[in-house]
């Protein structure tokens, strides 16, 4: 599975983004996308994810109500919505696949590039 995120930008803290992850090759039974993100200096950090199958969601708590993931099964897409961004959410975001339900990076077996969000204040 390959994947190809996009999206990202430079926004106003307040603003909004849309983040796209697009998969091709096959998409397994139980598979989860998950978005992690990774800001200078620090350690990459899970964000959200959504499995495949079911559509269960889950999000870090700095996030919640602000963030909202989707899927698009027909094409492939998994989505970030980022509303209400604050300069704390500035990093390199990564999209993931992989066969857990797990919000530790190292679990995923497949990795998108990352795509530069800039939080202003």
């Known amino acids: 599975v390959q994947l190809q995120a996009s999206g990202g930008g430079l926004v106003q803290a307040g603003g909004s983004l849309r983040l796209s992850c697009t998969l091709s090759?096959?998409?397994?039974?139980?598979?989860?996308s998950g978005w992690f993100r990774q800001a200078p200096g620090k350690e990459r950090e899970f964000v959200s994810l959504?499995?495949?199958?079911?559509?269960?969601?889950y999000y870090r708590d700095s996030v919640k109500g602000r963030f909202t993931i989707s899927k698009d099964n027909g094409k492939k897409m998994v989505v970030l919505q980022m509303n209400s961004l604050k300069p704390e959410d500035t990093a390199v975001y990564f999209c993931?696949?992989?066969?857990?339900?797990?919000?530790?990076?190292?679990?995923?077996?497949?990795w998108g590039q990352g795509t530069l969000v800039t939080v202003s204040s």
């Open positions: 993931a696949a992989g066969p857990a339900f797990s919000v530790i990076a190292t679990d995923y077996e497949n």
């Open positions: 090759g096959p998409i397994y039974t139980n598979y989860v």
């Open positions: 959504i499995r495949w199958s079911s559509g269960s969601t």
